[in-house]
């Protein structure tokens, strides 16, 4: 099994920055995916940003595109989301997810998910 754990969310001010973290433990072997999504109150869960394990190739969803950005360090089995320039719209938990290359598009190809880290974005 595979265990993620995030940490980072918390309150922000709108324009403010934030960055979250997911360690991963346990069997790190079977995914090739790893990344962000959310959920707002009543809203369905949605990706945000995912990475390979390679860290070669990754995807944003529109309305988060150069504001934030994903990154992994393989050697701590962490990935992390730094999020600049954020909106009230981005407030929701975020929660790290592992699984097949399709997973931010399709959520039936998330594998493991962590618990979710709340990031509240309010002056």
């Known amino acids: 099994q595979l265990q993620l754990v995030e940490s980072g969310g918390g309150l922000v001010q709108p324009g403010g920055s934030l960055r979250l973290s997911c360690a991963a433990s346990?069997?790190?072997?079977?995914?090739?995916?790893i990344g962000w999504f959310r959920q707002a109150p009543g809203k369905e869960r949605e990706g945000v940003s995912c990475?390979?394990?390679?860290?070669?190739?990754?995807n944003y969803l529109d309305s988060v595109k150069g504001r934030f950005t994903i990154s992994i360090d393989n050697a701590k089995n962490t990935v992390y989301l730094q999020m600049n320039s954020l909106k009230p719209e981005d407030t929701a938990v975020y929660y790290c997810?592992?699984?097949?290359?399709?997973?931010?598009?399709?959520?039936?190809?998330?594998?493991?998910w962590g618990k979710g880290t709340l990031v509240t974005v309010s002056s």
């Open positions: 997810a592992a699984g097949g290359q399709a997973m931010c598009r399709l959520k039936a190809f998330v594998r493991y």
């Open positions: 346990g069997f790190t072997f079977n995914y090739d995916t």
């Open positions: 990475i390979s394990t390679s860290g070669a190739s990754t």
